[in-house]
């Protein structure tokens, strides 16, 4: 279902925990909530669930207002970071408590209850454990089975809150992979909080940056990363440098000198230049370049990540040599900018 | 296979790292033999003296089996009610943050400083016909001071604080996020106490019975001046060894302590193993 969130505002005791947050989710879309803490994600995700109420503002899945609605009448479902599975009941119970709960006729018969939380176990490949307790299992499966109790209640939108947070790094990439699967098999749409933009960038359609309470882009991985539309997104996806440069005619100025970079329709004036550490080019001799000493490297699996220090400043900036340059360690180094970006 | 398990349960377990093993487990087991097994172990050489016929003769009594069910029956019954009140006053303490709740927190545990013949005292003078809450259950045609139910409620104000402070602590425990989780799954406010957390409490609750249980059997100070102590009718088995000893009748005193040594033995043994199930299976502690 198609979830739209509108002018969303949120204050805990006056501190803005959202200021007017606005985001469409397709149907049947997986999509990530990144950003560093304190940056909303987690917030807006209890506003769509219906754990947290919108100081302004509304929520719609499709067409309905589901403002108006408690978390019980959304109908979402909803996975923990410490998975929050009832300890007392085995798997099968646990999967099934989000039908049996359900008042008069909205409850299937006990043994059609039974055969949709099986199916479901089966799906995220639990079979044979469901008399086991939550304590009987691995973090891993016990997310899985949080997962098969979640997608019970046929959710009209799947909310999950740091899912393999509290999953060792191993786990964390089979379970990316197996999430990525169930969702294109059941088409539920999905909403994930992360702080790493590995996991969102890999895993979801589109990924939503946010950062002190506000959104900063929304768009797929290539987006994100190509066309940062934000110092903060360029500093936050990814390895960056940051100079601070001026414009004189067109052209960009690092401290005393030019730096080879034409500027066309920029206005003169002073400017932040942001650049990958592998968008650049090497040069023999410098008729307009960056250049400095190198102060560091180190081998990063097939590169060389390069510190090199430039200018009166001495700023540092970090660049990605090929290896079979060799070792370059207090060498002198010139280079430019291939792709940048200007923030002013 | 299974040889090599039951050796190994069997087997004391390895000290670790940490030293003063042997040290620890030896004051452990001479302080506990010093404190509870040498008088225990007393009472029933006491008794196996006196002949088995004899001491079936003194505990087929009817007096005595009086005794024993009002003793059994009230601390059980007050037991019950105090598990009902003291969950509901643990939760308001660890859920509500409200004026007076510290003080309502430290009242909780006057029952285990308060000399408990004051305490028999004061629950007398105001459940007595003349009293205050008395007067007013009077015309009802309620007696509750010098009967059986004056027992039960000088067992619950003993008991009360048992029940509390096993549950309140694991009460603090409770992840919000399960009850969270029960209200996404769109489970009733109703539905999410009585189906997610009661049952989580269970073994705690079962501990505070135990212990108000345990308590309120062996309770004397406060019963007697509330109970009337009417042979047959409001006389606890406490008071009934005590009456014994009086008439310097001592098997007759040692029979009955040794059968409620028994009984409570048992009782206790019962719920123990029902916490340890319940512990290993939910993962409790683990």
């Not at chain 1, 539920?188 to 506000?214: I, P």
């Amino acid at each position: 279902m198609e979830v739209r969130v509108k002018n969303i505002v949120k204050e805990f005791a006056r501190f803005p925990a959202l200021e007017n947050v606005s985001l469409d989710i397709r149907s049947g879309e997986l999509i990530a909530l990144l950003g560093p803490s304190g940056s909303g994600k987690t917030t807006l995700l209890r506003l769509i669930a219906g754990l947290e109420t919108p100081t302004t503002g509304q929520i719609f899945f499709g067409d309905e207002d589901a403002s108006q609605k408690t978390v019980q009448q959304r109908n979402i479902g909803f996975v923990f970071q410490h998975y929050a599975l009832f300890r007392h009941m085995t798997v099968l119970e646990n999967v099934s408590f989000g039908l049996k709960v359900r008042s008069g006729d909205r409850r299937p018969p006990a043994d059609e209850i039974r055969r949709r939380a099986l199916e479901l176990l089966d799906l995220v490949q639990l079979s044979g454990l469901e008399t086991r307790y939550p304590a009987q299992l691995s973090g891993g499966q016990r997310q899985r089975v949080a997962l098969a109790r979640a997608m019970a209640v046929e959710p009209n939108v799947l909310l999950l809150d740091e899912p393999f947070g509290a999953l060792d790094a191993q786990v964390r990439r089979e379970l990316r992979k197996w999430l990525r699967d169930i969702h294109d098999h059941t088409g539920h749409t999905t909403v994930f909080v992360t702080h790493d933009q590995e996991e969102a960038l890999e895993l979801a359609d589109r990924v939503v940056v946010m950062s002190k309470g506000k959104i900063e882009q929304v768009g797929t991985a290539d987006e994100i990363y190509d066309t940062p539309a934000s110092p903060f997104v360029y500093g936050f996806i990814g390895e960056s440098n940051v100079l601070p440069v001026r414009i004189e005619g067109g052209e960009i100025w690092f401290e005393d000198r030019p730096i080879g970079v034409k500027a066309e329709g920029h206005a003169d004036g002073d400017g932040r230049l942001y650049f990958r550490p592998h968008d650049i080019e090497m040069l023999e001799g410098c008729g307009g370049c960056l250049a400095g000493i190198v102060t560091a490297s180190r081998r990063v699996a097939g590169t060389r990540h390069v510190e090199v220090s430039t200018g009166a400043s001495n700023a540092s900036v970090e660049i990605e040599l090929p290896i079979d340059r060799g070792n370059v360690d207090g060498s002198r180094l010139a280079f430019r900018p291939k792709k940048w970006t200007l923030f002013r | 296979m299974t040889r090599h398990r039951t050796q190994r349960r069997w087997q004391i377990r390895q000290p670790s790292v940490l030293p003063g093993f042997g040290l620890a487990l030896g004051v452990t087991l001479s302080w506990l033999t010093l404190i509870v097994l040498i008088p225990l172990a007393g009472l029933v050489a006491r008794a196996s003296g006196i002949g088995l016929s004899s001491f079936l003769a003194l505990a087929a009594d009817p007096r005595v089996i009086a005794a024993l069910k009002v003793s059994f029956g009230t601390a059980f019954l007050a037991a019950l009610i105090n598990v009902v009140f003291g969950v509901i006053l643990a939760w308001v303490l660890v859920r509500y943050q409200f004026w007076g709740r510290r003080i309502i927190d430290a009242m909780v545990d006057l029952p285990f400083a308060l000399p408990t013949a004051v305490a028999g005292i004061a629950l007398t003078a105001i459940y007595a016909p003349n009293g205050w809450i008395g007067a007013l259950l009077e015309p009802l045609g309620l007696k509750v001071a010098f009967t059986p139910t004056g027992i039960v409620i000088a067992l619950i104000f003993v008991g009360l604080p048992f029940v509390v402070r096993t549950v309140q602590p694991i009460m603090e425990e409770i992840d919000r996020e399960v009850e969270e989780a029960a209200a996404t799954l769109g489970a009733t406010r109703f539905q999410t106490i009585s189906r997610v957390l009661l049952p989580g409490l269970a073994p705690a609750v079962l501990t505070g019975f135990s212990l108000a249980f345990a308590r309120g059997v062996g309770e004397y100070g406060s019963v007697i001046f509330i109970a009337g102590n009417r042979p047959y009718v409001s006389e606890i088995a406490p008071l009934l060894i005590v009456i014994r000893l009086e008439e310097f009748n001592y098997a007759g005193a040692t029979a009955i302590a040794v059968i409620m040594l028994i009984i409570s033995f048992a009782m206790l043994l019962v719920i123990n193993s029902i916490q340890a199930w319940s512990r290993r299976r939910y993962g409790y502690g683990a």
